[in-house]
C-alpha cells in the first residue's frame, strides 16, 4: 500500500509527522510511504510548487497524505508560483474533483463551540464540495479600464456533467448516513445555479429513497449556526464548499479537528485513490513551535484508511482513540489547552 506524504510547509511537516505515528501504531502490513515536497519547500528545492517529481510521485501512490501549503515569504510570488498553487494543482491533475468534509461536535467540546452548547451538540454533516471546478479554476484577468480604473475579473462557469458526477458522490453518501441531501447554490441570481439546480434534480430521480432540498447559499450560511442538527450531506460548489465548511469547523470547536478527503474516480487495488489533508492552512505563526493541533491530519489518516484502503476497523479505532483522548481533556492550544502537538500524538497512541 503505497502512500506519497506530502508535510507541506509552516505546521503541515507538524501534524504529517503525528498522524504517521498513529498510522505505525496500528502495525499495518506493507505499508510504503514516499515523501516529497510541495508548496514553499517544492519552490525553494525544485523551483515550483508542485514539482514534477512529487506529481509523478502521487500518480504512483495509492493514497495521497498531504499537510498544508503556504508561507508569507511567498507572498510576492507569481500566481503560478505561490504555493497554494500545490494543492490546486493535485487536484486538477488527478482529477480528485469530490471533497468530503465531515463536521461532527465531540462529547465535551460543546463549549468551545460558538454556538450555544445544545445547539453545538446536534451537529453530525458532510459537506460534498465540488473541486477541480467552478470560479477558481476560471479564467482570470485583470486590465485598466479607458478611464485608468483597475479592473480585475474572474469566470465562474460549471459543464453540466461536472455537476453531474458531484451530485451522484452527495446522493450515495447520503445513502449511507440519513438519506438526505441539502444542494447549496444561488438560483436566484447567479446562471451557475441555476444550471446546477436544474442538474441535481435530474440526478436526483436515479435515488428515490434520498430527500432532495435547495437551499440559497446565504440561507444555508444562517441555518448552519441556526439549527446545524438538520443538515445531514451538503453538497454545493466549490467557492460556496470553501466558505461553509470553514463555518462549520467553528460550530464544532476548532478548525484542528475537521478532516477531508478529495476523492476523484480512479480505483486502485485496495480502493478509490484520493488525497487527504486538514482543512486549516499552514499556520505559520506557529510553525517550528510545537502548538499545532494534529487532530484533524490524524482523522484525515482514517479517511484515508477507510476510503483508500477499505480498512473501516482501522479508520473507527483511530477515530474513537482520538474522542476518546477529547473527553479525556486532551487538548491542545486552539482548544483552551496547554498540549504540544506530539503530546497530542501520544495521547492519541495511547488511546489505539
Same mark, same amino acid.
Given at each position: 500500500?503505497?502512500?506519497?506524504?506530502?508535510?507541506?510547509?509552516?505546521?503541515?511537516?507538524?501534524?504529517?509527522?503525528?498522524?504517521?505515528?498513529?498510522?505505525?501504531?496500528?502495525?499495518?502490513?506493507?505499508?510504503?510511504?514516499?515523501?516529497?515536497?510541495?508548496?514553499?519547500?517544492?519552490?525553494?528545492?525544485?523551483?515550483?510548487?508542485?514539482?514534477?517529481?512529487?506529481?509523478?510521485?502521487?500518480?504512483?501512490?495509492?493514497?495521497?497524505?498531504?499537510?498544508?501549503?503556504?508561507?508569507?515569504?511567498?507572498?510576492?510570488?507569481?500566481?503560478?508560483?505561490?504555493?497554494?498553487?500545490? !494543492?490546486?494543482?493535485?487536484?486538477?491533475?488527478?482529477?480528485?474533483?469530490?471533497?468530503?468534509?465531515?463536521?461532527?461536535?465531540?462529547?465535551?467540546?460543546?463549549?468551545?463551540?460558538?454556538?450555544?452548547?445544545?445547539?453545538?451538540?446536534?451537529?453530525?454533516?458532510?459537506?460534498?464540495?465540488?473541486?477541480?471546478?467552478?470560479?477558481?479554476?476560471?479564467?482570470?484577468?485583470?486590465?485598466?479600464?479607458?478611464?485608468?480604473?483597475?479592473?480585475?475579473?474572474?469566470?465562474?462557469?460549471?459543464?453540466?456533467?461536472?455537476?453531474?458526477?458531484?451530485?451522484?458522490?452527495?446522493?450515495?453518501?447520503?445513502?449511507?448516513?440519513?438519506?438526505?441531501?441539502?444542494?447549496?447554490?444561488?438560483?436566484?441570481?447567479?446562471?451557475?445555479?441555476?444550471?446546477?439546480?436544474?442538474?441535481?434534480?435530474?440526478?436526483?430521480?436515479?435515488?428515490?429513497?434520498?430527500?432532495?432540498?435547495?437551499?440559497?447559499?446565504?440561507?444555508?450560511?444562517?441555518?448552519?449556526?441556526?439549527?446545524?442538527?438538520?443538515?445531514? !450531506?451538503?453538497?454545493?460548489?466549490?467557492?460556496?464548499?470553501?466558505?461553509?465548511?470553514?463555518?462549520?469547523?467553528?460550530?464544532?470547536?476548532?478548525?484542528?479537528?475537521?478532516?477531508?478527503?478529495?476523492?476523484?474516480?480512479?480505483?486502485?487495488?485496495?480502493?478509490?485513490?484520493?488525497?487527504?489533508?486538514?482543512?486549516?492552512?499552514?499556520?505559520?505563526?506557529?510553525?517550528?513551535?510545537?502548538?499545532?493541533?494534529?487532530?484533524?491530519?490524524?482523522?484525515?489518516?482514517?479517511?484515508?484508511?477507510?476510503?483508500?484502503?477499505?480498512?473501516?476497523?482501522?479508520?473507527?479505532?483511530?477515530?474513537?482513540?482520538?474522542?476518546?483522548?477529547?473527553?479525556?481533556?486532551?487538548?491542545?492550544?486552539?482548544?483552551?489547552?496547554?498540549?504540544?502537538?506530539?503530546?497530542?500524538?501520544?495521547?492519541?497512541?495511547?488511546?489505539?
Amino acid at each position: 500500500m503505497k502512500i506519497a506524504v506530502l508535510p507541506g510547509d509552516g505546521i503541515g511537516p507538524e501534524v504529517t509527522q503525528e498522524a504517521l505515528r498513529v498510522l505505525d501504531a496500528l502495525q499495518l502490513p506493507g505499508l510504503k510511504l514516499l515523501e516529497g515536497d510541495v508548496g514553499a519547500a517544492g519552490y525553494r528545492n525544485h523551483g515550483h510548487p508542485l514539482p514534477p517529481e512529487t506529481l509523478a510521485m502521487a500518480r504512483e501512490a495509492d493514497a495521497v497524505l498531504f499537510g498544508a501549503v503556504g508561507d508569507p515569504a511567498c507572498d510576492n510570488l507569481d500566481r503560478h508560483l505561490r504555493p497554494e498553487q500545490a !494543492v490546486l494543482g493535485l487536484r486538477k491533475e488527478l482529477d480528485l474533483f469530490a471533497n468530503l468534509r465531515p463536521a461532527k461536535g465531540f462529547d465535551g467540546l460543546e463549549e468551545l463551540s460558538a454556538l450555544r452548547p445544545e445547539i453545538a451538540r446536534e451537529i453530525d454533516l458532510v459537506i460534498v464540495r465540488e473541486l477541480t471546478g467552478d470560479i477558481y479554476f476560471g479564467e482570470k484577468a485583470r486590465h485598466v479600464l479607458l478611464d485608468g480604473r483597475r479592473e480585475g475579473w474572474d469566470r465562474m462557469a460549471y459543464a453540466e456533467d461536472e455537476v453531474r458526477r458531484i451530485a451522484h458522490v452527495a446522493f450515495r453518501t447520503a445513502q449511507t448516513r440519513g438519506n438526505r441531501v441539502t444542494s447549496v447554490d444561488k438560483a436566484n441570481v447567479l446562471e451557475t445555479s441555476r444550471l446546477w439546480r436544474e442538474v441535481v434534480e435530474e440526478v436526483a430521480v436515479e435515488y428515490l429513497d434520498v430527500a432532495l432540498e435547495h437551499m440559497y447559499v446565504d440561507n444555508a450560511a444562517m441555518q448552519l449556526v441556526k439549527a446545524p442538527g438538520a443538515f445531514d !450531506v451538503v453538497l454545493t460548489s466549490n467557492l460556496f464548499g470553501d466558505i461553509l465548511s470553514d463555518q462549520a469547523s467553528m460550530c464544532v470547536g476548532s478548525i484542528g479537528l475537521l478532516a477531508s478527503a478529495s476523492l476523484g474516480e480512479r480505483q486502485t487495488a485496495y480502493g478509490t485513490f484520493g488525497l487527504y489533508e486538514p482543512i486549516h492552512g499552514s499556520a505559520p505563526d506557529i510553525a517550528g513551535q510545537g502548538k499545532a493541533n494534529p487532530m484533524a491530519t490524524i482523522l484525515s489518516a482514517a479517511m484515508m484508511l477507510r476510503h483508500s484502503f477499505g480498512l473501516e476497523a482501522e479508520a473507527a479505532r483511530i477515530e474513537n482513540a482520538v474522542a476518546s483522548a477529547l473527553k479525556d481533556g486532551v487538548r491542545g492550544v486552539d482548544l483552551g489547552g496547554t498540549l504540544g502537538c506530539a503530546a497530542i500524538g501520544e495521547a492519541v497512541c495511547e488511546r489505539l
